[in-house]
């Protein structure tokens, strides 16, 4: 039987059912457009101005992306999806274009559409939001894991951030009527009192800096400051994206239920494999898997 070759943590490129054009469609799917963006009087076609990001977002999602030219605000889908050099990212992100200042004008969100279950970021972390000015786009925020932006259920901006194991911070914002911009309602952080390490208090500001000296400490204990950020977290909205597969047109491959998976040791396999380097210890064993069928989320641990 015709085997596809697989390598340690790199069970994507078995994708073989994939089939990926060179370039995005034409036109982008239609779908997450909503009734009052197709009713915008202005003349702008604002799915035609999206769509150079929404290409770049493509390839950058196909595996297709040079680490030293990155597109503005790819580095979070790339960060959020392990830098992965596969095309998984085609499916576990995706874009909505959509109003969400108010101002009549759509912004252009790309997020995160799957996850791990104990991940409570899954389907809710945003990681660029673009808006249009003057007849183009604009990068409003990045996000990332230790700088997180989602949306909740009342159509706040919820971010949290961490710069180690003193310092974390999260906060409620807005989103400027020409979506250009958040302006913070509330931020709360923790922060060492007085340059010592073993004291740490809870502060709040409404400028969304980690700065004391613009704050009000608060009496509040950490127990507590961790619960309100635990109660905010669980008022994510889920986002309705269109995933980049769909965008390019890219079909899903069958995965197998339970295929066989074999290990051959050694480096004089003969047949073609890509590497990774897992352990490069005196005594690293090399280790070839293979497998009869496509698989995925596959693991070594």
Request: charged share 25%; with cysteine.
């Amino acid at each position: 039987m015709k085997t596809n070759k697989l390598i340690i943590l790199l069970a994507t490129m078995l994708l073989t059912g994939c089939t990926l054009g060179e370039t995005a469609p034409d036109k982008p799917d239609q779908g997450d457009v909503q009734p009052e963006t197709a009713q915008i009087e202005d003349a702008v076609n604002y799915e035609a101005l999206y769509k150079p990001v929404l290409d770049e977002f493509f390839h950058l999602a196909s595996g297709e992306y040079d680490e030293n030219n990155i597109p503005e605000g790819g580095t979070a889908l790339l960060e959020g999806n392990g830098w992965s050099g596969s095309n998984a990212m085609l499916w576990d992100s995706g874009y909505m274009i959509r109003d969400l200042s108010g101002d009549g004008i759509p912004e252009l969100l790309i997020g995160s559409t799957a996850g791990e279950e104990y991940d409570v970021t899954a389907g809710t972390m945003i990681y660029a939001l673009f808006t249009a000015a003057d007849g183009q786009t604009k990068l409003t925020l990045e996000g990332a894991y230790r700088n997180a932006y989602c949306i909740l259920e009342d159509g706040s901006i919820f971010n949290q951030g961490s710069g180690g194991a003193v310092y974390h911070i999260f906060g409620l914002y807005n989103l400027s009527e020409d979506g250009t911009a958040l302006t913070c309602r509330d931020c709360w952080f923790t922060h060492e009192k007085d340059g010592n390490f073993e004291d740490i208090r809870c502060w709040h500001n409404t400028v969304g800096e980690m700065d004391p000296a613009v704050s009000e400490e608060l009496s509040m204990p950490l127990d507590e400051f961790w619960e309100m950020e635990e109660k905010l977290a669980k008022q994510r909205k889920v986002l309705d994206l269109t995933t980049f597969a769909e965008y390019g047109g890219v079909q899903k491959p069958d995965y197998a239920e339970n295929p066989t998976v074999s290990a051959v040791y050694g480096n004089n396999y003969t047949g073609e494999y890509d590497s990774f380097v897992a352990d490069d210890a005196d005594y690293a064993v090399d280790v070839v898997f293979t497998t009869d069928a496509a698989v995925r989320n596959f693991k070594v641990i």
